[in-house]
């Protein structure tokens, strides 16, 4: 058993004379930089204390961290409103867990309600009014703003996607040359020009007096770019399909809406799934770019908190944190589309 | 006759054409609605539209330029300026990210598990932050951590690297380097007729020739040649302390250092994934085959899977760079004066023009996204396997 794991261990790291000088070479690497990075991240951290007199070791300063948390989570929301947020991500969570219940009564009926209803709970919860104190966009920010911004455009992008995709592939003319110049106009153009576009050009195009909120903005012009990307990721789905599927639907009786609702759409989207959470995945990476209209997201935060004179010098570990959220968020949802990438394949028997 | 009217209303045609048509009255109420809106704003806000603004002075100073712009040139000359700093972020960060990327890709697929698990660790950790991130990480955790001008990091005495950007030093007399640039696209030309010439002779008579080693030779070693040789006849204005900060040379401002250091290690990380694939869609069976037949190692890469691997590659390494040179107006984060920060920020700061100013803008990247996706559909027609 021993020898068998040995001689694993020498077939990869030590076959020739130059696989273990290319070994040697990369594991002084590694030495080189986890060492002093544990030793900064961890050993040499300050990690209790109030204020940066507190921090006098070579490694980094997790009080600052500590003392700016509520503003990472929520930005300038309200201390004693942000239990809203919280019972927000609560429902959230609460409803991913009953959703993913796969002997749920009536599941496909409790979707529609919950993708109906939460959203719109949400912001009411968040933005006030209606008997809860108002809460003005301009404070909302961090973490919160950052998955807020997410999953609003990610909820316009996704069935507007899906429809433009259906438009791409639709046999009248003009709505297939409509859907191909929406989807290549907006992948052609920056995201960063796209939400300039929506700061500047929204407020124009509406009847004076009609004010488009910043925030709103920021979302409709990141929701219509990830749903040109999104189409795209779900026409792969479509064209996966056969063809004698929707045909054979049609012999059947069925009208073009019911076909591609019962029959086409369910198939093509479980195909199309790892894409689309790809293009999510983009979505959720620029979200930062609210930024250039001052709205102050994860990033944005980690930014000014390196204007604060308080603490001068934190740059470094702004960022790391900000970085690592980032990054697990990413990586967990690109190991989540991953897995149900293989679990396709074994459900088509390849 | 009430028949009738229900069959002419189940017709496919009739209500094909009835649907475009409400699409296309909706689309039209829509954009109708907007542009009222639009045109009522601008005549409410003094706002005269039109493309005369081009042609004015535009007074705004740029802190990096290669055309030698002035603030008293007019602002189509400043647009020129944008999409000059962007064309030069991206080139250089093209060519960067494409050595990065390569080798790391190439390296994630060797048999040693270290160094393969140190490329995919490179390709993951870039993949999963977003852009945003690194070009403010570079721009106000790494540049601004630099040393002053004082302690520059100096690169063999003539490259500093210090906070206030990296100075490099600049040819007196370009002639030399316009005489080698000639000459490396002749050698190019004729190693491409070369080339053609040795597949038509083996075809031909069957007799082989050693394009490749040519190759390297004429496209490799004889321009490097040729630029050594320019560099060694032309002076050179090398930069010195002096005082403060460096004078002479080039400087080469901290937002370009950032946002070429941002994007180029960040588009890597994509190319990497590309190169991966390009490679392992190279079925073991071809490599195999050309083992028994006996060829080299060299020649099966060279002769069996590179052939094989660069159709797939070249077509998503295309968009790699196409989303680069988009993703180059990340710039407009750090205000390093690409087309976006310029002409979308100070520009329409200062003119108002909003909708001109937009449509000219996006119609430049809609002009070079078409162009590639042409460029990608040419290919693909030209490259697509012939399966018999």
Known sequence: MTAGWLETLRQRLFATWLDTAVTLVCLYIVWRISVPLVEWLLLDATWNGTSREDCKGSGACWVFIRARFGQFMYGQYPVDQRWRVDLLGLLIVLAGVLLSWRRLPNRRAVTTVILIVLPLLGIWLIRGEWGLKPVETREWGGLMLTLFLALYAGLIAVPLGILLALGRQSRLPLIRFASVVFIEFWRGVPIITVIFLASILLPLIMPTGFDVDRLARAIIGLAFVIAAYMAEAVRGGLQALPEGQAEAAQALGLGYWRIQQKIVLPQALRIALPAMTNEFIALFKNTTLVLIVSLFDLLGIAQAALADPAWVGMNMEAYVFAGAIYWFSCFGLSQWGRLREKRLQTAHGR | MNKGILTFLRDRKVRDIFWQAAATVALVLVVWFFVRNASQNLVKAGIASGFNFLWRDSGIEVPFTLTGYKPSDSILALLWVGVVNTLLVSACSIAVATVIG???????????????????????????????????????????????????????????????????????????????????????????????????????????????????????????????????????????????????????????????????????????????????????????????????????????????????????????????????????????????????????????????????????????????????????????????
């Open chain 2, 102 to 388: 390569f080798t790391v890709g190439l390296l994630r697929l060797s048999r040693n598990w270290l160094l393969s698990s140190l490329a995919g660790a490179y390709v993951e950790f870039v993949r999963n932050i977003p852009l945003l991130f690194f070009v403010l990480f570079w721009y106000f955790g790494v540049l601004a951590a630099l040393p002053a001008p004082r302690e520059s990091l100096s690169f063999v005495d003539v490259a500093f690297l210090n906070r206030r950007g990296l100075s490099v030093p600049l040819p007196n007399d370009v002639t030399g380097f316009r005489w080698a640039l000639l000459a490396t696209l002749v050698l190019i030309v004729v190693q491409w007729a070369l080339a053609r010439w040795a597949r038509a002779r083996q075809a031909r008579t069957g007799r082989d020739f050693p394009t490749w080693a040519v190759g390297f030779g004429l496209c490799g070693a004889l321009p490097i040649a040729a630029f050594v040789a320019a560099g060694a006849l032309t002076t050179w204005d090398v930069p010195v302390m002096r005082g403060f900060n460096y004078r002479g040379g080039f400087v080469l401002v901290p937002e370009f250092v950032a946002l070429f250091a941002a994007l180029s290690t960040y588009t890597a990380g994509f190319i990497a994934e590309v190169v991966r694939g390009g490679v392992l869609s190279v079925r073991q069976g071809q490599i195999d085959a050309a083992r028994a037949l006996g060829l080299t190692p060299g020649r099966v890469v060279r002769l069996v899977v590179i052939p094989q691997a660069m159709p797939v590659i070249i077509p998503p390494l295309t968009s790699q760079y196409l989303n680069l040179i988009k993703n180059s107006s990340f710039g407009a984060a750090i205000a390093y004066p690409e087309l976006v920060s310029v002409f979308m920020g100070s520009v329409l700061v200062a003119t108002g023009q909003a909708i001109e100013i937009i449509a000219i803008t996006l119609s430049i990247y809609l002009v070079l996204s078409i162009a590639v996706s042409l460029f990608m559909n040419w290919y693909n027609a030209r490259h697509r396997l012939v399966v018999r």
